[in-house]
Nanobody, 122 residues
């Protein structure tokens, strides 16, 4: 089992920045690729970013590419999502998740956090 706890969400104005953190406990953190997903009200959960086990590979959704950066610190068991130039359309609950593979498909993720709310005002 892997337990994931997100933090760092909040209210920010459009154009602002936030950094989300996701702390993992349980099994060895570096055994897993990590991903961030988000779900806006009335919409399905969507892929945001993913990072390989040791950080050598990353992938992003097209609408966050160039604005968001995913990173990880295996010594701390934590994955981060730095979000710059935030837009109202980024408003959602953000979830981190753990997978054996670098994937954008949420079905391939085995463990999920409880989510953290990000609200971007215009």
């Amino acid at each position: 089992q892997v337990q994931l706890v997100e933090s760092g969400g909040g209210l920010v104005q459009a154009g602002g920045s936030l950094t989300l953190s996701c702390a993992a406990s349980g099994r060895t953190f570096s055994n897993y690729a990590m991903g961030w997903f988000r779900q806006a009200p009335g919409k399905e959960r969507e892929f945001v970013a993913t990072i390989s086990r040791f950080g050598g590979r990353t992938r992003y959704a097209d609408d966050v590419k160039g604005r968001f950066t995913i990173s990880r610190d295996n010594a701390k068991g934590t994955v981060y999502l730095r979000m710059n130039n935030l837009k109202p359309a980024d408003t959602a609950i953000y979830y981190c998740a753990a997978s054996k593979w670098v994937e954008s498909d949420s079905d391939r993720y085995d463990y999920w956090g409880q989510g953290t709310q990000v609200t971007v005002s215009s």
